[in-house]
């Protein structure tokens, strides 16, 4: 079988998670271009990637490959994605899709067109302890769950003049760069939600233009409910990484950065998963390979990603105007064409 021709588009920070693993998939993955506008980012990254060459302009190599993969500042998202569907490649964009329904609904709509793939770079999905919580409630392992916790602590700063700081290139705040990965996942754990809340703050993170504290509250169909606390503001942490389900039967807790699932009930605690500690981006990738090479569906598609920052946006709106947010309607499986 012929390995997938691929484009590295973007080679800064985030970047180096995906090419440190890229060497698990050589078999069947083959990066021929690393492309960014700082050509010094472009050798960088080119010289960790064997056969990959560096260059300033994507749209210089798109003849030459089979796919992109973007990892590139939110805003521009939109454009790249869009000249390389019209170029007839498939395309792996890191979270978020884009900074807006509209342009969201345009690159999907393009994919579709094209008949090429558009899957979002949601790793959380793909992550061996995430996928294992999500084996661990749907089989109820400890009874029905009723309530969802993430906590994510680190501390992110950029200099106020950096396109992260800026609202209208970051797409928001923290909750949209970075909670979409977990506001995700509250979906794909609970199902449907129905109304929530946010409350997000700049204070002790005064580089952010939007809020970089964020707490989500969700109320889904269930009657179970979620919450998400996220900060880039963090000097030291407890929790880091953690994932909670309160069941009717126990505790299910999923400590990320540290490796492990914890079953705890009453005062006894036993560790029942392991994993190793990381981003694990080659499952996502593995996984997008599998989509080229079978015509599946991107278990992160474009039309999922939507749904997600559609709870985003209308908690965001909720906010402004001091009331509940109504959510019905935001559903993974309830994505409808405009």
């Not at 390995?3 to 995906?18: D, N, P, Q, V, Y």
């Not at 345009?106 to 995430?130: K, S």
């Not at 699932?261 to 998963?273: A, F, S």
């Amino acid at each position: 079988m012929a390995r997938t021709r691929l484009a590295l588009i973007g080679c800064g920070g985030m970047s180096r998670a995906h090419a440190g693993r890229f060497f698990n998939l050589a078999d069947r993955l083959e990066v021929v271009a690393a492309v960014d506008v700082d050509l010094a980012k472009a050798r960088a990254a080119a010289e960790v990637l064997p056969g990959a060459q560096p260059a300033t302009d994507y749209r210089e190599v798109l003849a030459d490959v089979d796919a992109a993969l973007l990892v590139l500042p939110h805003h521009l998202h939109h454009p790249v994605a869009l000249d390389c569907l019209a170029a007839g490649k498939h395309v792996l964009v890191e979270k978020p899709l884009a900074n807006s329904e509209a342009e969201c609904r345009e690159l999907i709509a393009a994919a579709q067109a094209a008949q090429r793939t558009l899957m979002v770079a949601y790793c959380m999905r793909f992550h061996p302890l995430v996928v294992r919580m999500k084996q661990l409630l749907d089989a109820q392992e400890l009874g029905e769950v009723f309530q969802v916790s993430i906590w994510t602590e680190q501390h992110t700063q950029v200099p106020p003049d950096h396109w992260a700081s800026s609202a209208r290139t970051l797409g928001g705040g923290q909750l949209f760069s970075h909670g979409c990965h977990y506001i995700d996942l509250l979906l794909w754990y609970l199902g449907r939600p129905v109304r929530g809340t946010h409350l997000g703050t700049n204070y002790g993170t005064p580089w952010m233009e939007r809020e970089g504290t964020s707490n989500v509250s969700l109320e889904f169909e269930s009657g179970a409910l979620g919450y998400h606390f996220g900060t880039w503001g963090a000097k030291g942490t407890r929790l880091k990484y953690s994932f909670h389900a309160h069941c009717t039967g126990g505790l299910l807790d999923a400590r990320i950065t540290e490796g492990a699932i914890y079953r705890i009930v009453g005062g006894e605690e036993q560790k029942i998963y392991d994993a190793e500690v990381g981003k694990h981006t080659e499952n996502e990738m593995a996984h997008f390979l599998d989509c080229l090479e079978t015509g599946a569906i991107p278990l992160t598609n474009g039309p999922e990603s939507v749904q997600g920052l559609k709870v985003i946006w209308r908690l965001y709106e909720a906010e402004e105007q001091g009331v509940v947010a109504d959510l019905r309607g935001c559903g993974l499986d309830q994505y409808c064409e405009p």
